[in-house]
């Protein structure tokens, strides 16, 4: 059961899920500063818990992204270091 799951977590579906959730949380904190206490003015704190899910979305889907290339036979990525390996396609 823990294997199906952590191959779910792993998939490019629950990235795109995930990607959508935190951006549509971003977007409804940003919509909802408009209606607290000072109407009209988002706060600065808004803001930011706002950048931070849309900076959290971003590592996700390029993580999954690295993921994918890494799984595919055209790219080659190493463990120790930065080292990346990208072959032409015949």
């Known amino acids: 059961m823990w294997q199906k799951i952590l191959i779910?977590?792993?998939?490019?579906?629950?990235?795109?899920?995930?990607?959508?959730?935190?951006?549509?949380?971003?977007?409804?904190?940003?919509v909802w500063g408009f209606f607290v206490p000072p109407l009209g003015v988002i706060?600065?704190?808004v803001l930011k818990a706002g950048g931070v899910l849309l900076g959290f979305a971003a590592l996700w889907v390029i993580a999954h992204v690295a993921i994918e290339l890494d799984r595919s036979s055209r790219v080659k990525a190493g463990k120790d270091g930065i080292e990346i390996e990208v072959k032409e396609e015949e």
Do not use: E, N
Request: net charge positive; hydrophobic share 60%.
């Open 8 to 30: 779910w977590v792993k998939s490019m579906q629950f990235a795109k899920l995930m990607c959508a959730l935190l951006t549509v949380s971003a977007i409804g904190l940003f």
């Open 43 to 45: 706060d600065g704190s």
